[in-house]
């Protein structure tokens, strides 16, 4: 098996075949084959020793009745997630009442022995009825829930505060020494508690609880030996809130020397330190810090820094040569955890989500094991350099490490809560280590452990799960290696890989992970190819170049004094010539079979990724797109164009035979209108442009495309692209023209058939009334508009997600879509922590030249938009409270059009009359009680297009969803990115005229029906009669 010994080339391999890859894995795990009776044996004796082990505590017993296998414990999990964040009672109430109420749990009385567990199956029973008792209808429904919430709410804190002390060995580090200290024979590795930092302040908080844990350990640590010393784990996206791979350089100059004080200091008290692993896009980065503080001259000596591998991502055993590799160049030793890894379920959603070339990590449980014992093989095999740590709690991988490990040093790890009884036993009989991987913090930190936790212990194939629930015997020991090969290495059969994620055979769009060394250096070496390059953009009819027009020169709105091309503008004898070779164009395209007409704009969405490169450029360039943007922009154009293929051919391959009298058929058949105008926006000038056109070419229209002039040059390569593709000249012709001459001449013109528009509200009711002024045919206007988008974040919210979810939404693409958030409602009772957390992260954002890939935020698009924005900060300063603005250094204010990223808060929504297109921020605190006012002022805007709901609350949402009066609703999650086919877009009311794109609906708009009457019966009879 090739080692791997660069960062990028094992980059490269991240989402490599699985089946190749286990293959090729197969030479390390044949010892273990070879042994396999005597694993077997002794995993059989640990086995035994757990069910004579009186260990099994009553959370124990309870976690295991309810699991994620049923509804109640999902019910238990969501309760252990909110609950004991929520500052408020009655929200508090609506949570217990939502998860409590409707679940079965008088089902789960008598399931289990524990008479304690089922006493509390019936307080939950108890406690959500009577917590869904409407105060306000009955007197005595009042009473009871006056005298019970308080003890339904206080039993239930405290019942979930017990359980998460089953996993948390301490509040705080002091508590956590002194409990350690009632669990001899094992060793501990302290974890302090919370998840990545938003901000410099949260960073700043977990840098200051890493040292004085340090420091109170070293105050009870005693141990000289090495690899006996106790640990200290370091989650290094708690040390720094941009803790990501575009980010590298400002990572070396800030978070390496934090971490280089918390090594130094750990070194100092006689502590080893472990980086923890975390998401499998942070993998690249790491490694690299690793790599840079491993090397240190500070710490020539020092052989405590270790790094946890996780087995279940396809790089494991090639990272574990490159650390073998690094250690043998510095003649040290690195302690190595291995781990299976956590984070397994969003691995695979994200690759999906993505449209990333395959999985990063292994898509069987079964082939996680056999990777896990393939990099455990391979850790002995190179003992010199590594120290491994074995972290499991299944028998049978104890059993399979003790078999091969021939007297070399190593330990077991488990996590504070687990496995205990397993251990027990291996310690006392096996005489081996075990060191007790220990969270330590308080209970409102520790929720998101604790649901990944209680996940690991729920899931159905894991073997804490599996042995809690009286599994065969024969199943708890089956053998992943041999269950493997007899499954020819082959990956999950119920996992689609991202690019057959869809139904009908239609491919999703290939993206890139910009967390991955090797994409993002591929990236950086191809871009400067194109950026140096000068476009341009003119008339094009009938295939034909107008080069006469007036010359207009192009800028980058990030450096205004390159130019990066030239567009001319089109006259009103480009528009007349294209109506002309439109009209000729139409029937023979229109009668074309819609087969041919998919397969060549699929060939569309090819020729686009094949020079997705290109047009990353210069939507990077004309645009001002970040690289994220510029990406996802692209794959939108290329779903879009595979996804009204596969709609055009399900509507119009054959006429839909409808019922009818004896003797008589009945047909309906959908077809091309004739002459649609596409009028599409410079904020996606690709996606939108490229949707309105191929929606309406393959529903048999010819189009005319009219671009936002600020990006032509875009527009102008994609029509480009689409001739290559084999698009014909005289059904697609290109006018770059302003849009007077579009409205005032264009529409007015009586063989248009129809109108595709995205912009804005003003302009769209402008080409309504043009259209309804002409004495000709009534014709579909289809309109994307704008919308006053908002979002109500309740106090049961997880703040932290909120807040990645709110930059995103407000401040991604500049705030420049119509989707992005405008209005933020937050309930008053977390108004000021997650304001001060807004304030942070927005703190963290870079503003600058987008051609630098770590910029987060770009310019916005012209000198007009900059204008309109400033004027409302001006306004706002001086009528509303200011809360922050992200800081622009001088040099790139003057460079281009950059507005920064701004938050007020005001007192009512009422206060905005029109939507504010950029990046501009307005916060209102709410009292829950004003639920109802608030959904009314939304819906009084008169707008409908996207709205956000941050809560945990499933009654709460589902209301708000049946009053608030949006195209698209978002719950848990951004307001922005909406993908071709599973999130239909668009607005209702004011914010445009549906059918939404990207949708089942859409082309029908772009057709024209007709049904067919035959009388069948008009030559004799009916012949079906008598056969």
């Given amino acids: 098996m090739k080692s791997f010994n660069q960062l990028t080339d094992i980059s490269s391999i991240a989402f490599s075949d699985e089946s190749i890859l286990l293959q090729q894995l197969q030479e390390y795990t044949k010892i273990f084959q070879d042994k396999s009776e005597i694993i077997n044996s002794k995993a059989k004796k640990y086995i035994n020793s757990i069910n004579d082990s009186d260990n099994i505590t009553i959370i124990d017993q309870f976690i295991n009745e309810y699991n994620l296998t049923n509804e109640e414990g999902i019910a238990i999990m969501c309760l252990a997630e909110?609950?004991?964040?929520?500052?408020?009672?009655?929200?508090?109430?609506?949570?217990?009442?939502?998860?409590?109420?409707?679940?079965?749990?008088?089902?789960?009385?008598?399931?289990?022995?524990?008479?304690?567990?089922?006493?509390?199956?019936?307080?939950?029973?108890?406690?959500?009825?009577?917590?869904?008792?409407?105060?306000?209808?009955?007197l005595l429904g009042s009473i009871v829930r006056r005298v019970s919430d308080p003890i339904i709410r206080t039993a239930l804190k405290k019942a979930i505060t017990i359980m998460g002390q089953k996993f948390v060995i301490g509040e705080n580090i002091e508590q956590a020494l002194k409990n350690s200290g009632r669990t001899p024979n094992y060793m501990f590795s302290y974890d302090i508690l919370g998840e990545g930092a938003r901000s410099q302040e949260q960073a700043e908080f977990y840098f200051d609880h890493y040292l004085q844990a340090i420091d109170a350990i070293g105050e009870h640590n005693t141990e000289v030996s090495l690899h006996k010393k106790t640990s200290i784990s370091v989650k290094l996206s708690a040390l720094h809130p941009r803790y990501e791979l575009l980010k590298k350089n400002r990572l070396i100059n800030e978070l390496i020397p934090t971490v280089k004080c918390i090594i130094t200091h750990a070194k100092k008290k006689g502590i080893n330190v472990t980086l923890d692993a975390e998401e499998a896009n942070r993998l690249d980065i790491s490694l690299l810090l690793f790599e840079e503080l491993f090397t240190d001259e500070e710490f020539v000596n020092y052989n405590g820094l270790g790094i946890a591998v996780q087995a279940y991502q396809k790089r494991a055993p090639f990272v574990i040569d490159y650390l073998a590799d690094l250690a043998k160049k510095h003649n040290k030793i690195i302690p190595i955890r291995l781990v299976k890894g956590a984070y397994w379920d969003s691995e695979i959603k994200k690759a999906q989500m993505l449209g990333l070339e395959g999985f990063p990590v292994?898509?069987?449980?079964?082939?996680?094991?056999?990777?896990?014992?393939?990099?455990?093989?391979?850790?002995?095999?190179?003992?010199?350099?590594?120290?491994?740590?074995?972290?499991?709690?299944?028998?049978?991988?104890?059993?399979?490490?003790?078999?091969?490990?021939?007297?070399?040093?190593?330990?077991?790890?488990?996590?504070?809560?687990?496995?205990?009884?397993?251990?027990?036993?291996?310690?006392?009989?096996?005489?081996?280590?075990?060191?007790?991987?220990?969270?330590?913090g308080n209970y409102h930190d520790l929720l998101c452990y604790l649901i990944r936790r209680l996940i690991e212990n729920g899931a159905n194939n894991s073997f804490v799960h599996m042995f809690a629930n009286d599994v065969a015997e024969e199943e708890l020991l089956q053998d992943p290696i041999k269950l493997t090969i007899q499954e020819n290495f082959l990956p999950s059969k119920e996992i689609k890989l991202p690019k057959f994620i869809y139904k009908d055979n239609r491919e999703n769009s290939q993206g890139f992970?910009?967390?991955?060394?090797?994409?993002?250096?591929?990236?950086?070496?191809?871009?400067?190819?194109?950026?140096?390059?000068?476009?341009?953009?003119?008339?094009?009819?009938?295939?034909?170049?107008?080069?006469?027009?007036?010359?207009?020169?192009?800028?980058?709105?990030?450096?205004?004094?390159?130019?990066?091309?030239?567009?001319?503008?089109?006259?009103?004898?480009?528009?007349?010539?294209?109506?002309?070779?439109?009209?000729?164009?139409?029937?023979?395209?229109?009668?074309?079979?819609?087969?041919?007409?998919?397969?060549?704009?699929?060939?569309?969405?090819?020729?686009?990724?094949?020079?997705?490169?290109?047009?990353?450029?210069?939507?990077?360039?004309?645009?001002?797109?970040?690289?994220?943007?510029?990406?996802?922009?692209?794959?939108?154009?290329?779903?879009?164009?595979?996804?009204?293929?596969?709609?055009?051919?399900?509507?119009?391959?054959?006429?839909?035979?409808?019922?009818?009298?004896?003797?008589?058929?009945?047909?309906?058949?959908?077809?091309?209108?004739?002459?649609?105008?596409?009028?599409?926006?410079?904020?996606?000038?690709?996606?939108?442009?490229?949707?309105?056109?191929?929606?309406?070419?393959?529903?048999?229209?010819?189009?005319?495309?009219?671009?936002?002039?600020?990006?032509?040059?875009?527009?102008?390569?994609?029509?480009?692209?689409?001739?290559?593709?084999?698009?014909?000249?005289?059904?697609?012709?290109?006018?770059?023209?302003?849009?007077?001459?579009?409205?005032?001449?264009?529409?007015?013109?009586?063989?248009?058939?129809?109108?595709?528009?995205?912009?804005?509200?003003?302009?769209?009711?402008?080409?309504?009334?043009?259209?309804?002024?002409?004495?000709a045919d009534i014709v579909p206007f289809i309109a994307e508009t704008g919308g006053q988008n908002c979002m109500i974040v309740d106090s049961s919210a997880l703040i932290e997600q909120t807040i990645d979810d709110i930059i995103q939404s407000a401040f991604g693409s500049t705030g420049q879509r119509c989707s992005a958030l405008r209005v933020l409602y937050v309930q008053e009772e977390i108004a000021n922590k997650l304001v001060n957390l807004l304030i942070g992260a927005m703190r963290e954002l870079t503003i600058g030249d987008t051609h630098d890939l770590s910029v987060d935020i770009g310019p916005v698009i012209d000198k007009n938009s900059q204008d309109t924005l400033q004027q409302h900060i001006e306004m706002m300063k001086k009528s509303a409270k200011?809360?922050?603005?992200?800081?622009?250094?001088?040099?790139?204010?003057?460079?281009?059009?950059?507005?920064?990223?701004?938050?007020?808060?005001?007192?009512?929504?009422?206060?905005?009359?029109?939507?504010?297109?950029?990046?501009?921020?307005?916060?209102?605190?709410?009292?829950?009680?004003?639920?109802?006012?608030?959904?009314?002022?939304?819906?009084?805007?008169?707008?409908?297009?996207?709205?956000?709901?941050?809560?945990?609350?499933?009654?709460?949402?589902?209301?708000?969803?049946?009053?608030?009066?949006?195209?698209?609703?978002?719950?848990?999650?951004?307001?922005?990115?909406?993908?071709?086919?599973?999130?239909?877009?668009?607005?209702?009311?004011?914010?445009?005229?549906?059918?939404?794109?990207?949708?089942?609906?859409?082309?029908?708009?772009?057709?024209?029906?007709?049904?067919?009457?035959?009388?069948?019966?008009?030559?004799?009879?009916?012949?079906?009669?008598?056969?």
Avoid at 368 to 378: E, G, I, Q
Avoid at 886 to 906: C, L, Q, S, W
Avoid at 955 to 962: D, G, V
Wanted: aromatic share 10%; glycine share 8%.
């Fill in 882 to 1027: 200011f809360l922050y603005a992200t800081e622009i250094n001088d040099e790139t204010r003057k460079m281009g059009y950059f507005v920064a990223p701004h938050a007020f808060e005001i007192q009512s929504i009422n206060e905005l009359t029109e939507e504010v297109f950029g990046p501009i921020l307005h916060v209102i605190r709410y009292n829950s009680e004003n639920l109802d006012q608030i959904i009314d002022e939304i819906n009084s805007t008169g707008y409908g297009l996207t709205f956000g709901i941050q809560s945990r609350i499933g009654t709460k949402i589902e209301y708000i969803r049946s009053k608030i009066k949006v195209g698209n609703i978002y719950v848990n999650r951004s307001t922005i990115g909406a993908v071709v086919g599973l999130q239909p877009f668009g607005g209702e009311r004011a914010s445009g005229t549906g059918p939404k794109a990207g949708g089942p609906n859409y082309l029908l708009r772009f057709m024209l029906e007709r049904s067919c009457t035959i009388n069948t019966a008009a030559i004799g009879g009916n012949l079906e009669l008598f056969s």
């Fill in 513 to 775: 992970d910009l967390g991955n060394i090797y994409q993002v250096e591929n990236i950086r070496e191809q871009l400067p190819k194109f950026m140096q390059k000068t476009w341009e953009a003119y008339p094009i009819i009938n295939g034909q170049s107008n080069k006469d027009g007036e010359i207009i020169r192009c800028v980058q709105p990030c450096d205004l004094e390159k130019e990066i091309g030239k567009m001319r503008k089109a006259s009103e004898k480009d528009c007349d010539l294209a109506l002309e070779a439109s009209a000729k164009a139409f029937n023979s395209w229109s009668s074309m079979d819609v087969e041919r007409r998919s397969i060549i704009i699929e060939k569309v969405a090819d020729v686009f990724h094949e020079n997705q490169i290109e047009l990353a450029a210069l939507l990077i360039c004309e645009g001002g797109k970040t690289i994220a943007d510029a990406i996802a922009e692209i794959r939108e154009a290329i779903d879009f164009c595979r996804y009204y293929a596969c709609e055009a051919r399900k509507l119009m391959k054959a006429n839909q035979k409808l019922a009818g009298y004896t003797g008589e058929s009945n047909e309906l058949s959908l077809h091309g209108r004739g002459i649609f105008v596409c009028i599409s926006p410079w904020n996606f000038p690709l996606a939108i442009f490229t949707g309105q056109v191929v929606a309406a070419l393959v529903a048999g229209n010819v189009v005319i495309a009219k671009p936002a002039l600020q990006t032509s040059l875009i527009a102008f390569l994609a029509v480009k692209l689409m001739y290559e593709a084999g698009v014909p000249y005289d059904v697609l012709h290109f006018l770059p023209a302003q849009g007077s001459l579009v409205g005032n001449y264009l529409l007015k013109d009586n063989r248009i058939a129809g109108v595709s528009f995205t912009g804005s509200t003003y302009t769209a009711r402008s080409i309504n009334r043009t259209l309804a002024a002409r004495d």
């Fill in 82 to 138: 909110a609950l004991l964040r929520i500052p408020d009672k009655n929200t508090m109430d609506e949570l217990i009442a939502d998860k409590c109420g409707s679940a079965e749990w008088l089902k789960h009385v008598g399931q289990d022995k524990s008479k304690i567990v089922n006493v509390a199956t019936l307080g939950l029973s108890v406690a959500g009825k009577i917590l869904s008792l409407d105060k306000t209808k009955n």
């Fill in 362 to 440: 292994y898509t069987n449980k079964y082939h996680t094991d056999f990777s896990y014992l393939a990099c455990a093989s391979k850790m002995f095999s190179y003992s010199n350099y590594i120290y491994p740590q074995f972290a499991t709690h299944n028998a049978l991988t104890v059993a399979s490490i003790l078999s091969i490990a021939e007297g070399r040093q190593f330990e077991f790890q488990c996590l504070y809560g687990m496995g205990k009884p397993l251990y027990d036993y291996v310690i006392e009989h096996e005489k081996v280590n075990c060191r007790i991987y220990a969270p330590v």
